[in-house]
C-alpha cells in the first residue's frame, strides 16, 4: 500500500525533523539556482507506478551525464516566451533567498540556550527580514509590481524596535551579500522598511499580484518543526504560479519513513506553473527540477491525511469523524505549514483537511502558493461545499467552512464524508 507507514504518534514525532544545516562551506549562489555542479541529482524510479497517478518513489543517482540536464533545466533568469516562465524563476531565487535566512534565524534560535521558547522575537527577525528579501528580489528583476504580504513596517518604526530593525537588515545584507548574485552597496535601515512595505498591496480581481507569506508556520519555526516561505502570482484573480520553499522538508517520503538513505537530505522547493506542471528540487538548487504527482490512490481506507499540528488552526475532532467516515485507517499526519500541500502533491499522503474554528477568516497567502502546487500536480482543492477557492477578493478568501484536498479521483467521495461530517456536527451544536 502507498501509505504503508504512514502517521503512527511515533512516526507523527519522527516528522519534527531538526533542520539539516550544512557546515561552513560557502553557499550556493541562487542566482544561478541549479547550474552550479550538483553531486546529485533527483529521477524518479518506475518501481511503484501502481500505487501514482504517474511512476513514484524519490530516488537519487549520482550521474554526470545528467548535471548538463540540470543546469540547463534550471537557468532561471533566461529569458523565455513561456507564460510566466521568467516570473517563475524570479519567484524561485525569491523564495530560496528568503529562506536561506530563516534558516540562519532558526538555526541560531535553536542553538540558543537562553532563548526562551516563548520569546517571539527570532520569528519577528525572520518574518520581517523574510519579506524584506522576497520585496528586495522582485524589485530588483521586476521593477514595478504588487504584492500581498503579511507584514507591514507599523511596530518596526517604533522606537523600541530599533535593535530589531538594525538586526533585520544585518541578517538581510548578510543573505544578499553570501549569495552573491547581486553587487549592491548595502541596504539600509529605510531601504528594509520601504521594501517591506511594498506588500501592502489589497490584490484583487485585475492585474497582476504577487502574493506571499514570508514564514508560513511560524510556530513550526519557534519549535524547530515545518515551516514554509510560499509566493505565489495572481493574474486576474487567477493563481498562475506559485513556490514553496520548505526549508525543514526530507526529499524522502514523509509518508514512508522506509528511504534511509534520503533521511538526511533536508530542504525541498516546489514550483508550478498553470499548464506546466508540479517540480519538486533540493532547495539549495543542487538538483534538477524533478516532476511530482499527487498520488492515485482511489480506495480511502488506503488514503492517510494531513492536517495542522496546532489543534487551534483546524478542529481535529472533525477530521477524525471525516476519516472514521471512510475508512481511513492511518492515523493524522500532523505537520505546520503549507509544506503539506508540498507533501501532497508528490503522493506523500492521500488528503489535506483543513477545518479553522468558527469566525477565523482564511487569508490568500495561506493558501495561494499551496493551491497550484496540488493542482498542477493533479490534485484538487475546493472549500467544504466543493468550491474552488477564490483568489479574487482581496486578501481573504470566503470559504465554506473549511478547505478540503486530494486527487480527483478521491474528492467525491471525501466530499460526501465532509458534508455528512459537518452537518452531524452542526445538528450536535444545535442540540446543546
Ligand atoms: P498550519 O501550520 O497549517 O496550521 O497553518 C499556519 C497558518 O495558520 C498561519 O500562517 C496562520 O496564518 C494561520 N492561522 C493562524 N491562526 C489561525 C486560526 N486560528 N485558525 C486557522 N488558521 C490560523
Ligand atoms: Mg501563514
Not at 562551506?25 to 550538483?38: A, D, G, Q, V, W
Not at 531565487?93 to 516563548?118: E, G, H, I, W, Y
Not at 491525511?305 to 493524522?332: N, W, Y
Request: aromatic content about 6%; proline content about 5%.
Amino acid at each position: 500500500m502507498a501509505t504503508a507507514g504512514v502517521a503512527s504518534s511515533a512516526s507523527i514525532n519522527a516528522l519534527r525533523i531538526r533542520p539539516c544545516f550544512q557546515p561552513s562551506s560557502k553557499p550556493k549562489s541562487l542566482l544561478s539556482f541549479s547550474i552550479s555542479t550538483p553531486s546529485f541529482l533527483l529521477l524518479r524510479s518506475s518501481s511503484q507506478s501502481t500505487s501514482l497517478s504517474h511512476p513514484p518513489s524519490l530516488l537519487f543517482h549520482r550521474s554526470s551525464d545528467l548535471r548538463t540536464k540540470a543546469a540547463a533545466a534550471a537557468a532561471p533568469m533566461a529569458s523565455s516566451s513561456l507564460p510566466y516562465e521568467r516570473e517563475l524563476a524570479v519567484a524561485k531565487k525569491a523564495a530560496s533567498l528568503a529562506a536561506r535566512l530563516c534558516q540562519t534565524v532558526q538555526k541560531a534560535l535553536l542553538q540558543s540556550d537562553v532563548q526562551s521558547k516563548s520569546d517571539k522575537s527570532p520569528v519577528t527577525v525572520a518574518d520581517y527580514g523574510s519579506q524584506a528579501l522576497v520585496s528586495f528580489v522582485l524589485e530588483k528583476e521586476l521593477q514595478s509590481f504588487s504584492l500581498v504580504a503579511e507584514e507591514d513596517s507599523g511596530d518596526l518604526r517604533k522606537d523600541e524596535s530599533q535593535e530589531t530593525l538594525k538586526r533585520i537588515t544585518k541578517l538581510v545584507n548578510e543573505t544578499i551579500s553570501s549569495d552573491g548574485g547581486y553587487n549592491i552597496s548595502p541596504l539600509s535601515v529605510e531601504d528594509v522598511l520601504t521594501a517591506i512595505d511594498r506588500g501592502q498591496s489589497e490584490g484583487g480581481p485585475h492585474g497582476r499580484h504577487w502574493v506571499l507569506d514570508p514564514i508560513d508556520g511560524t510556530k513550526g519555526f519557534l519549535r524547530g518543526d515545518q515551516y514554509a516561505i510560499a509566493l505565489a502570482l495572481l493574474h486576474e484573480g487567477r493563481v498562475v504560479l506559485g513556490v514553496l520553499a520548505c526549508p525543514n522538508l526530507p526529499l524522502a517520503s514523509i509518508g514512508c519513513p522506509h528511504q534511509p538513505s534520503l533521511q538526511n537530505e533536508v530542504g525541498c522547493l516546489f514550483s508550478a506553473r498553470i499548464g506546466a506542471g508540479t517540480d519538486m528540487q533540493l532547495l539549495d538548487g543542487s538538483s534538477a527540477p524533478t516532476k511530482v504527482y499527487v498520488t492515485a490512490i482511489e480506495n480511502p481506507s488506503e488514503a492517510s491525511f494531513f492536517e495542522s499540528f496546532e489543534a487551534a488552526h483546524s478542529m481535529h475532532d472533525l477530521s477524525s469523524s471525516i476519516a472514521k467516515k471512510l475508512g481511513v485507517q492511518a492515523p493524522p499526519v500532523r505537520i505546520d505549514s503549507q509544506a503539506k500541500y508540498g507533501a501532497l502533491s508528490r503522493g506523500d499522503g492521500a488528503i489535506y483537511l483543513r477545518f479553522p474554528h468558527k469566525g477565523y477568516r482564511e487569508k490568500i497567502w495561506d493558501h495561494a502558493a499551496g493551491c497550484i502546487v496540488v493542482t498542477e500536480a493533479g490534485g484538487v482543492v475546493t472549500d467544504a461545499a466543493g468550491n474552488p477557492l477564490d483568489f479574487s477578493k482581496g486578501k481573504y478568501l470566503d470559504l465554506e467552512k473549511g478547505i478540503i484536498v486530494t486527487n480527483q479521483k478521491l474528492m467525491p467521495v471525501l466530499l460526501n464524508a465532509v458534508q455528512d461530517a459537518v452537518r452531524e456536527q452542526s445538528q450536535a451544536a444545535s442540540t446543546l
